[in-house]
């Protein structure tokens, strides 16, 4: 069974890090994009860092460039997202998602398209 499991979500104050883990066990490494979005309450989900795994070109919503980063493990089969500096506004729960295709850098930077989710990890970050 494909399936993607989150983890490393916790609460930290305005400033800290946190690194998210995503186990992605069942899928293939090639021709595959992989992403991490985040949905706060009352907002739509966004995304916000993805990576082509095959060539590991990475792409950031502007909101999170220069504190996030985006990096796979092939070996481990694992999606990690290193957030640094972290901003109350970071605060949401947090999602893994992949999707299959070529490549192309409109699609890499969209968002668009993803279509299989983990169950997401809460990030909470205080004042």
């Known amino acids: 069974t494909q399936q993607l499991v989150e983890s490393g979500g916790g609460s930290v104050q305005a400033g800290g890090s946190l690194k998210l883990s995503c186990d992605v066990s069942g899928y293939s490494v090639s021709y595959r994009y992989m992403g991490w979005f985040r949905q706060a309450p009352g907002k739509e989900r966004e995304g916000v860092a993805s990576?082509?795994?095959?060539?590991?070109?990475?792409a950031y919503v502007d909101s999170v460039k220069g504190r996030f980063t985006i990096s796979q493990d092939a070996a481990k089969k694992t999606l990690y997202l290193q957030m640094n500096s972290l901003k109350p506004e970071d605060t949401a729960m947090y999602y893994c998602?992949?999707?299959?295709?070529?490549?192309?850098?409109?699609?890499?930077?969209?968002?668009?398209?993803?279509?299989?989710w983990g169950q997401g990890t809460q990030v909470s970050v205080s004042t």
């Open positions: 990576i082509y795994t095959r060539s590991g070109v990475t």
């Open positions: 998602a992949v999707k299959f295709g070529v490549y192309s850098y409109i699609d890499l930077a969209s968002f668009k398209g993803f279509n299989s």
